[in-house]
């Protein structure tokens, strides 16, 4: 583990315990168990306000909710049991390639 991806390994970690332990006052427990839907619902949304505040240009406003979106995007992660490793491993391989050469390599 880097220093750079340290604290999402954090963040990533305490989701995986609340998704385990199912605490009764944990938002990641309660959205968890709300099902798949909710928790990609939840996602759409911080997206959608992570481009709003783009467009809005205040720095720490998209700095906000680009940490929103970074977290449900790990609890979308941990609902459907993919290790944050995997999301690692696929940046390092795309890393130093041109985004237009990676895309056609693509096979789906």
């Known amino acids: 583990m880097t220093e750079q991806n ?3 390994d954090a963040v990533y970690g305490v989701i995986l315990a609340r998704k385990a332990t199912q605490t009764e006052n944990s938002y990641t427990a309660s959205l ?4 798949l ?3 990609l619902k939840k996602v759409g949304e911080e ?3 992570l481009v709003i505040a783009g467009k809005g240009g205040v720095a720490d406003e998209v700095v906000y909710e680009a940490a929103d979106l970074f977290f449900h995007t790990l609890l979308l992660l941990s609902y459907q049991d993919i290790p944050l490793e995997r999301v690692y491993t696929e940046l390092r391989r795309r890393f130093g390639i041109s985004g237009i ?3 056609n390599s693509r096979t789906t």
Request: hydrophobic share 30%; net charge negative.
């Open 101 to 103: 050469d990676e895309k």
């Open 47 to 49: 997206a959608t306000e």
């Open 32 to 35: 968890m168990r709300k099902g």
């Open 6 to 8: 340290h604290i999402l």
């Open 37 to 39: 839907d909710s928790v």
